[in-house]
């Protein structure tokens, strides 16, 4: 089979699989495949001078269309820069299409240029590899899960560019394969005997957005105390706000303390909080019942868990036998000192994160790295609610954060991502993709606090924070967005621009901000 007509069809057959957009690394190797995008003017593509920047772009696309997205990458090294998104795709099980152009097999082994394993090289972070050529060309995409990678791998001879390009034609019909479902009782009676025998906390965190209304009938009927993490895209829904613990970790561990919840009930992806991973050790003995959407547990130790949190809504439960008075008015106390320290410490990040957060009602946000995403869910405003809220968290920290921010937003909303400097520094090249972008409302911002200031509170030494003098406004100029250095927060500020906004806390507000709330918590 030609290189040209081996290229149409594995593309014909992940349109017909309902892959609908290609983020394209032209090379020389991948050459058949580029020319076939070209004939085919049809097919959604988006171009990229690097992989690792394409790939996070891919899973952004992902997250906002629902939908596989495919990144295509030329041979060598370029294939081994897909690997971080690869990783983080399969933790939050997101259905990245890695497409490589690869020598032939061959040149394998031999050290020949552009010549590496690719074969392999993804390891446990794919479902599927199929290593194409001529001579092996069978490629089937029925009975996958898509709950991870696939890595398609095409070998091509020279030439490279063996026929004209052939053209293909939109399909009509998609031919991804639904599996049927199944309810699992055994998870019913589960549910109904922990939550009888037990009082649980319920963690919340990512949600997928079909099951959020799953979610929420569950947790009307559960009433228990939720801690919802900002990325489960429902903290402070008005239908559960009186459920909803507002101040913080802290409140999460007096309850568990003082055995008003004695066991904790996840649903949603692995929790990002602390409370999460003290199960390993501080309190490795405490109950556990876990509900998600893949078959990461995120704990070491043996727990109850199901991957069908759809079906929830199947659910009808007792209610626990928590009384609200047993922890909203401390919850509320608490609160109200949270607040005052906001407006003590104004210039704090975590005020400013209060602050930010007033301006993202009815907005679509993004949050980064590690920092942001505890930021928000202890400071954001109880009473604005955002539109939706997202995040890379299946194993990512700060890579590739403002590349998927980039790929899932969305034309005629406003779109909004917290990110810290060191983030943004590390995905510098996000911003190629600018001119390829429907979506004008984009803002950027920026919390820079001169280094990696998550590990002050835990090292308080300077080899970890990465100290900087770096300001951003020369980045923004490069790539021609609109750059702000905030101060201060306004209460209102201009749509439909793509701007930068550096946003500067300062250092000693924030020392005085955590000394006095550690001291309040402690006391």
Partial sequence: ????????????????????????????RNSPLIETFYKNPFIKIYHFFEERSAAFFALGRIASTRRPVAVVTTSGTAVAEILPAAVEATYSSLPLVII??????????????????????????IEACFDLDEENTHFSLKGLSWRKPIHVNICFTEPLIDQEAIELHAPLTE??????????LNMVDEIQ??????????????????????????LKLLKAPIYAEGISGIKNHPELKDLMIQ????????????????????????????????????????????????????????????????????????????QPNEYQNKDKKNRGELLRLFQKYPKSEPAMIHSLSRLMKDKRVYLGNSLPVRMWDLAADEDLIPKNIVGNRGANGIDGQLSTFLGWSQKGEGNWAIVGDLTAMYDLPSLWITNQLDAEDINIVVINNKGGMIFKRIFNKNIFLNRHQIQFKPWADMWGWKYENWTEIPQTVTSGVQRIIEVNPEEEQTDLFWNEWDKYVKG
């Fill in 1 to 28: 089979m030609t290189n040209m007509k081996l290229s149409a069809e594995v593309i014909h057959l992940l349109l017909k699989t309902g892959v609908r957009e290609f983020c394209i690394c032209a090379g020389a």
């Fill in 100 to 125: 490589s152009a690869d020598r032939p097999k061959s040149y394998r082994g031999t050290g020949s240029p552009q010549t590496i394993e690719q074969v392999g090289l993804f390891s446990y972070y």
């Fill in 175 to 184: 031919e991804r394969v639904k599996f049927p479902e199944t309810f699992p």
């Fill in 193 to 218: 005997k922990f939550c009888e025998a037990q009082r649980p906390i319920v963690i919340l965190s990512t949600l997928p957005e079909k099951s959020k209304q799953s979610v929420l009938t569950f």
């Fill in 247 to 322: 101040s913080g970790e802290m409140m999460v561990n007096y309850l568990l303390d003082n055995k008003i919840c004695t066991a904790v009930l996840r649903i949603g992806g692995v929790p990002t909080c602390r409370t999460w991973r003290d199960l390993e050790d501080k309190r490795k003995d405490l109950p556990v019942l876990s509900i998600g959407f893949n078959h990461f547990t995120g704990v070491s130790r043996e727990i109850t868990h199901y991957t069908d949190i759809d079906d929830l809504i199947r659910v009808y439960i007792e209610p626990v036998k928590i």
